[in-house]
């Protein structure tokens, strides 16, 4: 039965007479193709929590237990999903190391997996997107996991970083001069991505990688902006923390029309004195769809002086994402394919961090603290040390790490299920390794 206009229903966890009874709608049979409650779990990518906020749950006036309903169904299913992708994930990557160097721990019978593409990341149907990961849960596979069968799967996933796959975002775009102006060129296209070993998606890209290129510039530069639309959806592209001129945010029906498929929008403006720091471009049309799925990149703008901020012997950039793109990812790479940071002890690491994503991610690093030296590409006037800093999406936050310690050091997201599942560590985890 779907709820209509006079049912009431208890929040999940049982009676709860802090928890009072909520009113969403009279219950009335389900027609075809129309939404369920339960069907509101079935997540529109492969494991990010995305979901539409059903109509037949928006009269409900306890917004947190509305919130509460919704989470507990989305948890269910993305405990499925989660399961059915590390059991395939565990047997890409026992196809890179060869299964002998995951030891005797699994016996034949033990798993029964096959290595195949993530259809379930691939599949732009959510009813068959629910179907496909049912048919994949064998009753074999909903058994607990015996100590050996974990901790053999945790090994491989630990010995396979960073496993080599195909294509590497955030590297730098280059320019033209047209005179004093830089003139780069994007183009908006799908690409047959690889976010983990073994494990596509169809991303929509800019030149073909996710995240996209990297744009760097300078403090008083004039740049221009050539971008192609070959995409099947209009689109545009926004600054995000760039002070640019109005008609240049790119917010369509807002600022400018909207890029059609196959039409070449350009856009010019300067870089403005006291905009250094750490930006971010991506979609601004349909763009909870669009920048899941790869229309993302950071924009980097240096100080016309560099020692107006803070020295640093290497730099690193970290865009976190969330959606159809292994799930939860780092630089367009769920591990073991995503990739280290690299230091000599004694250094100063610059880690720039970018939320694209939809969810707030607190990444945490083993090991050593991190000076947050500025946000959303501002300089903090007192610059403070943590060891988890909480990224909400848009945000940007720039830190330091002394590489004091030799050794190589866990760094992920320390919301734990978007790092580390039974069967191994995954999504949103790479690792600082300071050597001597």
């Known amino acids: ?55 037949i749950l928006q009269p409900v006036k306890h917004y947190s237990i509305h ?6 169904m989305i948890e269910m299913r993305r405990k499925t999903l989660v399961k059915d992708m590390n059991r395939r994930r565990f047997m890409n990557i026992a196809g890179v190391l060869g299964i002998g160097a995951i030891g005797t721990a699994l016996a034949p019978d033990g798993l029964r997996i096959e290595r195949e593409q993530s259809s379930v990341a691939q599949s732009p149907d959510h009813e068959h997107e629910a179907n496909v990961a049912s048919n994949q849960t064998s009753a074999s596979e909903s058994d607990e996991l015996t100590a050996d069968e974990m901790d053999a799967m945790h090994e491989a996933g630990i010995k396979a970083f960073p496993v080599e796959t195909h294509g590497l975002g955030g590297q730098p775009l280059q320019f033209k001069l047209d005179g004093d102006v830089k003139v780069f060129r994007l183009i ?22 996710v995240p996209g290129p990297e744009i760097r510039v300078t ?30 945010d790119g917010v369509p029906f807002i600022t400018q029309p909207p890029i059609k498929p196959g039409e070449t929008f350009t856009y010019e403006f300067p870089i403005r004195d006291g ?13 909870a769809f669009q920048v899941t799925r790869g229309l993302l990149g950071s924009f980097i703008v240096e100080p016309k002086d560099p020692a107006s901020r803070p020295a640093f012997d290497r730099e690193y ?44 991610h607190p990444m945490h690093l083993h090991g050593m603290p991190m000076t947050v030296t500025a946000a959303d590409g501002y300089l903090l006037p007192q610059p403070y040390m943590c060891d988890t800093i909480n990224i909400a999406p848009g945000q940007r936050f720039e830190t330091i790490v002394d590489a004091t310690e030799v050794g190589t050091w866990a ?22 390794i300071v050597e001597e």
């Open 188 to 209: 908006c296209q799908l690409t047959n991505w690889e976010f983990a070993p073994g494990e596509f998606v169809e991303a929509w890209t800019y030149n073909g990688v």
């Open 411 to 432: 760094f992920h997201c320390h919301i734990l299920s978007h790092a580390e599942t039974e069967h191994g560590m995954f999504g949103m985890v790479t690792a600082l």
């Open 67 to 72: 919130r509460r309903i919704q989470e507990g």
């Open 275 to 287: 905009n250094a720091g750490t930006h971010m471009y991506h979609a601004h049309h349909n763009s």
């Open 219 to 248: 403090e008083g530069d004039t740049v221009r902006f050539e971008v192609t639309n070959e995409l099947p959806q209009s689109t545009a592209v926004h600054w995000h923390g760039l002070v640019v001129p109005n008609d240049q």
């Open 1 to 55: 039965m779907r709820f209509g206009m006079d049912s009431w229903i208890q929040p999940p966890g049982g009676p709860n007479d802090s928890l009072p009874l909520v009113r969403v709608g009279r219950a009335r049979p389900v027609k075809r193709h129309e939404t369920t409650p339960l069907q509101l779990a079935i997540l529109p990518q492969s494991m990010g929590d995305r979901f539409p906020i059903d109509p």
């Open 317 to 360: 950039t970290i865009v976190l994402n969330d959606g159809p793109i292994g799930g939860y990812s780092l630089n367009g790479k769920s591990f073991p394919a995503t990739q280290p940071l690299m230091a000599r002890r004694g250094e100063k690491v610059l880690i720039r961090y970018m939320n694209e994503g939809m969810m707030i």
